[in-house]
């Protein structure tokens, strides 16, 4: 028969009265191999697959006791090809074509999780080798059907995507990104982290308990907040953006500050105060920082618009060497949750999911209105845009950002090394936690990565309780979340600083080439100071005659034209020359007062 939601029939026996014996012996299993169209004629045989099948989902192991399996690991289609495109529509083709389902024979929800190593977990990217069982199809887990095997020999697993530390990067400042899986210091129960009762959370103009996320109650609540404290504090990242946060002000990011601080042993890290808008949603997006390595420059600035059911958030930072920055912490629409979705945020069946119209105004809002006011207020034009944007890497947002210009630092630093996820949903990984550098600050990005230590882990994992009839939670840094953490490395570039009473200047007069119509002098720079000036050096000719210009030029700074001298730094008693060519049409007097100035324009 065909269930409702089924793409085939299943095979089954109905209404039989007896069963007999007929025959015996042993059976060898057929070969069989992934990818296959095809499976369907191998339905109720005995067979092997002939080569190492790899971990693509493990969420329903818990629940009961599958694994969904496939020939190397499947890559969610939009974030290798644009939505709706032919590519795109071919390796959906291919993954629906490379799926097995590896089940526990059981039926039900396993009194034991199978398949877990002693360690205690089994990560997607992890294989198995030589299974064999009988192919079945029928319901899975999260609904409807698939290919399944049922095990007649124990499964051989091998640990081929072991758990890591956090990813190493060239030195610099550390931003990540981190969603903390609905930390909410209220809980479900109406108690909230100090004890007290009759507590609620606020969504629009109601508070009610029900409208809580996250933890049921006390035990749940620190099982959550030890595992999302450790990831945090392995990561170490100087600026961390934080999604899924309770939306009560600074109580519940407070609360997950001082218990990094405390198992960190020192006040590591600060609140960045929230904006004066933070939206009313359930959650909200927050900060944290390191002031003992960077300076918040001012107040945290927000979106309220009504596009942005979560508005993004931003803050701007200055380093010890005075480099400046800013961070745009966002959380698009979800996927999901489509009831009243319609027209352009239906789900088009392309991968995409509901409300892609609804993400794609939140980035058009971003380029054409926010990012443009971050810029005004830090009156600087390094901005790095990181969250959770719920969509993968060539969907309409993304690809309406790179368009704008914003540099995708996953695509960059990543995508070279193999398939970049942070994700996994259905049997498929992409990544819908982002990096995107507008092209000043890309310039200054010395490497991105992704830490794989929450999408690979089963769910099962995680902090509640009473989901399972076993136990498997572990303390530690592991399925701290559903989303993995991204982390980028900026090596910022000192400002300008103006050092010219720290040399001796030499001006010759300007001549004129004949032959050529052009003015030409040198000007050279003694150091006096007595210690080395740092580069790059410029020569910057400000005040110069109108109707002068600076054939030569480096560049314009400020409406002044400057030139780079060569040689980098300047040593103590060294001196540097440069000449200086000149247009001068109108045979004008040539005069501009000189200033040397250090650091990268």
């Known amino acids: 028969y065909r269930p409702g939601s089924a793409p085939r029939t299943y095979t089954e026996f109905t209404e039989l009265s007896a069963v007999s014996k007929v025959g015996s012996g042993s059976i060898n299993p057929t070969n069989v191999e992934l990818p296959n169209a095809d499976l369907a004629r191998y339905e109720g045989m005995l067979v092997r697959f002939v080569t190492p099948l790899t971990v693509n989902q493990n969420k329903y192991l818990g629940e009961r006791g599958e694994l969904t399996l496939s020939y190397g690991r499947r890559e969610n289609p939009t974030n290798r090809h644009p939505a709706g495109s032919p590519e795109a529509a071919l390796l959906a083709k291919e993954n629906a074509a490379n799926e097995i389902v590896l089940d526990d024979g059981i039926f039900s929800t396993p009194a034991v999780i199978p398949y877990l190593f002693e360690d205690g977990t089994v990560r997607a990217g992890d294989t198995v080798s030589g299974l064999t069982g009988v192919l079945d199809y029928g ?21 081929d995507n072991p758990r890591s530390a956090p990813p190493q990067l060239p030195a610099g400042v550390k931003v990540a990104s981190a969603n903390v899986l609905n930390f909410f210091t209220t809980f479900t129960n109406g108690r909230d982290a100090w004890g007290r009762t009759g507590q609620g959370c606020t969504v629009g103009s109601t508070t009610t308990a029900g409208n809580c996320r996250g933890a049921d109650n006390q035990a749940e609540f620190e099982r959550q907040r030890n595992q ?25 990011v407070g609360y997950l500050v001082e218990q990094l601080n405390a198992a960190i042993g020192q006040p590591t890290y600060a609140v960045v105060p929230a904006p004066a808008t933070t939206g009313t949603d359930a959650i909200r997006v927050a900060m944290i920082y390191k002031p003992a390595v960077l300076t918040l420059q001012g107040g945290a600035l927000s979106d309220g618009d009504r596009v942005n059911n979560r508005p993004p958030m931003a803050a701007t930072f200055k380093a010890g060497n005075g480099g400046r920055f800013s961070v745009v912490v966002n959380h698009f629409k979800s996927k999901g949750s489509c009831g009243g979705a319609s027209g352009g945020d239906a789900d088009p069946g392309n991968g995409q999911g509901c409300w892609d119209t609804a993400r794609l105004n939140q980035a058009k809002r971003l380029t054409s209105y926010f990012l443009p006011q971050v810029v005004q207020a830090s009156s600087d034009p390094d901005v790095l845009v990181i969250g959770d944007l719920n969509a993968y890497a060539f969907e309409n947002p993304i690809n309406h950002l790179t368009a704008s210009g914003m540099v995708n630092q996953i695509e960059r630093f990543v995508r070279p090394a193999g398939m970049p996820y942070s994700y996994v949903f259905d049997g498929t990984a992409g990544y819908l936690d982002h990096a995107l550098a507008t092209n000043s600050l890309s310039q200054q990005v010395a490497g991105a990565a992704e830490w794989h230590n929450n999408a690979d882990e089963p769910e099962t994992l995680d902090y509640n309780l009473g989901d399972t009839p076993s136990d498997p939670y572990r303390e ?93 730094g300047l040593a103590p008693g060294a001196t540097v020359t440069v000449t200086t060519v000149f247009s001068n049409p109108a045979k004008a007097a040539v005069n501009y007062t000189a200033k040397l100035i250090s650091g990268t324009y």
């Open 228 to 252: 999302i404290v450790a990831s945090l504090k392995a990561l170490d990242a100087d600026v961390v953006g934080l999604m899924e946060i309770q939306n009560n002000g600074d109580v519940a």
């Open 139 to 159: 319901a899975i887990g999260g609904g409807g059907a698939a290919f399944k095997v049922q095990p007649t020999e124990e499964p051989r697993f091998s640990r």
């Open 476 to 568: 530690g840094a592991y399925r701290a979340s559903d989303h993995d953490p991204v982390v980028v490395s900026l090596t910022l570039t000192a400002p300008t600083v103006d050092v010219t009473a720290s040399v001796k200047i030499v001006r010759s007069g300007v001549s004129l080439n004949r032959a050529t119509g052009k003015y030409s002098g040198t000007v050279s720079f003694t150091n006096t100071s007595g210690v080395a000036l740092a580069g790059p050096l410029h020569l910057r000719l400000e005040g110069l005659t109108a109707g002068v210009t600076l054939d030569n030029k480096s560049g314009e700074q400020g409406g002044a034209p400057y030139l780079t001298l060569p040689g980098g």
